[in-house]
Nanobody, 115 residues
Framework: VQPVESGGGLVQAGGSLRLSCAASGSTFSGRAMGWYRQVSGKQRDLVAHITSGGEITNYADSVKGRFTISRDDAKNTMYLQMNSLQPEDTAVYYC?????????WGQGTQVTVSS
C-alpha cells in the first residue's frame, strides 16, 4: 500500500499549510506514523510522529512549536499542520510508518517557502 500525500505548495515565510496523507483500507491502524521531509541530495528526515492511538506526538527540534501532527484512522488519513513556515522548511514531505516495517513510499508533496 502506498500513501498519497497532498496539500503542499508555494507559500511565503510566516505562512501556513496543511498536509494530508491518505491510504486505502486500514493501513494506518495500529501503526505509529510519521511525517518525513527530504531536501534534494540529502537524507530523508523524520520531523513528526504520532503513536498508534494518537495520544503521544513528538517533533524534531526544528519544527517543534510550529508543526502539529494528527490522525483520523476512521478516514485512514493523517495530517500535518504547518505554521510559521520558514525557507528552511522547503522540502518534499512524505508520510510513512514511524517505526517497524515501512510502507511503500509515496510521491510526496512539495513544500516551497519563499523569503
Amino acid at each position: 500500500v502506498q500513501p498519497v500525500e497532498s496539500g503542499g505548495g508555494l507559500v511565503q515565510a510566516g505562512g501556513s499549510l496543511r498536509l494530508s496523507c491518505a491510504a486505502s483500507g486500514s493501513t494506518f491502524s495500529g501503526r505509529a506514523m510519521g511525517w518525513y521531509r527530504q531536501v534534494s541530495g540529502k537524507q530523508r528526515d523524520l520531523v513528526a510522529h504520532i503513536t498508534s492511538g494518537g495520544e503521544i506526538t513528538n517533533y524534531a527540534d526544528s519544527v517543534k512549536g510550529r508543526f502539529t501532527i494528527s490522525r483520523d484512522d476512521a478516514k485512514n488519513t493523517m495530517y500535518l499542520q504547518m505554521n510559521s513556515l520558514q525557507p528552511e522548511d522547503t522540502a518534499v514531505y512524505y508520510c510513512n510508518a514511524a517505526a517497524g516495517v515501512k510502507l511503500a513510499w509515496g510521491q510526496g508533496t512539495q513544500v516551497t517557502v519563499s523569503s
